[in-house]
């Protein structure tokens, strides 16, 4: 089937070397990587913080994604009631459109913690809410690659992911 497309695109060497390996003739290897000169730190904390109307010392989370049940929305705004004491008041930002969307609309309609942009933020954009961010949120094993954590960690942002997929 392979050889019947005009190319098969792959991200990673290793992969194309497994697809020459097995007799694909049209490989065509374009690697990922994010762009530091857009996604760098930037001095947006206390501006994204007034933005969303949180108080200076809140946490931000920030999930940046697909919403769908394999990228692991539910359980991450549901942990929201489960932080320890002193992470409390962590605020957490979805950024994201999917099968879930309608469902965390009427969460951060009932939760004051939660806020959903649900379109797709621009890459200016989410560099600044990566810089903003004092979590960056990658809560399901099924991400190919993990591009976001790597363009949240540009930024200076700190992640928590689960070990699995591209994370």
Not at 8 to 27: E, H, M, N, P, Y
Not at 74 to 84: E, G, N, S, W
Request: hydrophobic share 40%.
């Amino acid at each position: 089937l392979y050889n019947r497309m005009d190319a098969t695109v792959v991200a990673t060497r290793r992969l194309s070397d497994a697809l020459t390996f097995c007799g694909i003739k049209k490989v065509s290897h374009i690697p990922l990587g994010t762009d530091i000169t857009l996604f760098r730190p930037r001095p947006s904390r206390d501006r994204i913080r007034q933005e969303l109307g949180l108080e200076s010392d809140q946490k931000l989370l920030l999930f940046v994604g697909r919403i769908a049940r394999e990228k692991g929305i539910k359980p991450l705004v549901d942990m929201l009631d489960h932080l320890p004491e002193r992470l409390r008041d962590s605020h957490l930002l979805v950024f994201g459109a999917g099968e879930l969307g309608d469902w965390v609309r009427r969460e951060a309609v009932r939760r004051r913690n939660l806020t959903w942009r649900p379109s797709r933020a621009s890459s200016p954009r989410l560099a600044v809410m990566y810089s903003a961010a004092d979590r960056f949120m990658r809560p399901g094993d099924w991400g190919a690659f993990g591009i976001v954590a790597v363009d949240a960690q540009a930024c200076g942002g700190r992640g928590l992911g689960r070990a699995g997929g591209g994370v």
